[in-house]
């Protein structure tokens, strides 16, 4: 491989792995957002349930029953 085949391709790497940067910054912004929101409803959302006086948290489970179908939770649709 001449140099100028090397430095393009070192290119073309280099501007893949910028154009991915900027999509994960994105996601990860767009994850903290949402992370946000999540934790300002559960702190007043009385569909989730509180697990030994700890708020909901997104690793456990929310099971919905035939009870529960009257009451809606518009951000979580539980």
Request: charge should be negative.
């Amino acid at each position: 491989m001449e140099n100028q085949e090397v430095l393009k391709a070192i290119a073309t790497l280099a501007d893949k792995v910028s154009r991915y940067h900027e999509r994960l910054l994105a996601v990860e912004r767009e994850k903290e957002k949402i992370e946000k929101t999540l934790s300002e409803h559960l702190k007043g959302c009385s569909c989730h349930p509180v697990i030994e006086g700890k708020p909901y948290n997104s690793s456990a489970e929310v099971m919905v029953t035939g009870l529960d179908s009257e009451v809606e939770c518009e951000a979580c649709s539980a």
